[in-house]
């Protein structure tokens, strides 16, 4: 007894200690729990440092979760009558989906209103914590010797033959974003799809790798030396693992791309969760996403030495914002016609 008391002294000396954080109110620090995240996968937007940093700084345990947009929306819609989640993290046209599905509940986070019109949802059904651009995470040893690719036009010649990857656009976001981008930079419009799907026809020629979840891991080893992804990831591996990698920003242009929470409805812990989408939101949370090469949300200052590590502005002058919303209404007629015509 003696014992367990001075451990339980011990451990409330040392919350009383832990200062305040930038941004976070001190009624949300070290108040413990779980919370359920969908699509939360540690090697995706370094999800593992944000977990680690939640879990140190309010004491709330998050389970790591594999899934990629479109699952996780299945899973929740699957659970309506009885959710497991407490909040999920899409790509901004799966966030819209599911408001439109009744499994959101409006929630406004604090400094909800810091985010600009249009990344967020007016009501709180979904918001946006980060952005990334979509291009070309390269693994350049594993090319062996062949050039990096300067233009999506390039991925279709011989050379690149089983050595190009992209995530399923009828299932993940960034497969849906890399069809877009693809399809924008070709000619193509939200109306027209035509240049994208047959840009994919011609690739399918070419042998490529489709997976369905987030494949870092697999560029890192060489599995795939080319993928479509976010700059966030490449620069990830280029700054932080071992070989030599690049971004590229298609010479024909490319797209941003927003991500978004939502708080679940009828999520069994949402105490908790409003406790992390509150935190993902502060300038600590923030900070976090930009250390994982994320633009941030809120109009937070990207440190100096990260800013220095992007391509040049040059580069991202290439970059479209689009209407998203728009860009969902169609999804589901681009999935159709992949499935139909391209798988």
Avoid at 188 to 195: D, H, I, K, R, W
């Amino acid at each position: 007894m003696t014992t367990r008391r001075i451990v339980l002294g011990l451990a409330a000396a040392t919350l009383l200690a832990t200062p305040l954080l930038p941004g976070v109110p001190a009624a949300q620090a070290q108040q413990g729990g779980t919370a359920i995240c969908y699509n939360c996968p540690p090697q995706w937007a370094d999800w593992a440092a944000m977990l680690k940093a939640v879990h140190q700084d309010l004491g709330i345990t998050m389970p790591h979760d594999n899934k990629n947009s479109g699952q996780a929306l299945s899973q929740i819609l699957a659970e309506r009558a009885s959710p497991v989640a407490d909040m999920a993290y899409y790509g901004i046209t799966f966030g819209i989906k599911a408001k439109a599905e009744g499994v959101t509940e409006a929630y406004q986070p604090a400094l909800f209103d810091k985010i600009p019109d249009g990344l967020k949802d007016k009501d709180g059904h979904w918001w946006t914590v980060h952005q990334g651009t979509l291009g070309l995470f390269v693994n350049v040893d594993a090319l062996r010797g062949k050039p990096v690719p300067a233009c999506w036009a390039d991925l279709k010649k011989p050379d690149y033959k089983g050595l190009v990857g992209y995530l399923n656009p009828t299932s993940a976001a960034v497969g849906y974003v890399g069809a877009i981008a693809v399809n924008l930079a070709l000619g193509g419009t939200l109306e027209n799809v035509e240049p994208g799907l047959a840009f994919f026809k011609e690739l399918a020629k070419n042998d490529p790798i489709v997976p369905q979840q987030t494949s870092y891991a697999r560029v890192v080893s060489g599995e795939i030396p080319i993928l479509f992804d976010y700059d966030f990831n490449a620069y990830r591996a280029k700054y932080t693992e071992k070989g030599k990698f690049a971004f590229v920003i298609p010479c024909e242009g490319s797209v941003s791309f927003p991500y978004v929470m939502t708080l679940v409805k009828g999520a069994p812990h949402a105490a908790e969760a409003k406790r992390v989408l509150d935190y993902l939101l502060s300038d600590k949370g923030q900070l976090v996403w930009t250390n994982a090469y994320l633009r941030p949300a809120r109009p937070i200052e990207m440190p100096a030495e990260v800013a220095a590590k992007f391509l040049p502005k040059t580069d991202y002058d290439r970059v479209k914002d689009i209407d998203w919303g728009a860009a969902e209404k169609i999804q589901k007629t681009f999935s159709d016609r992949y499935l139909a015509e391209v798988r």
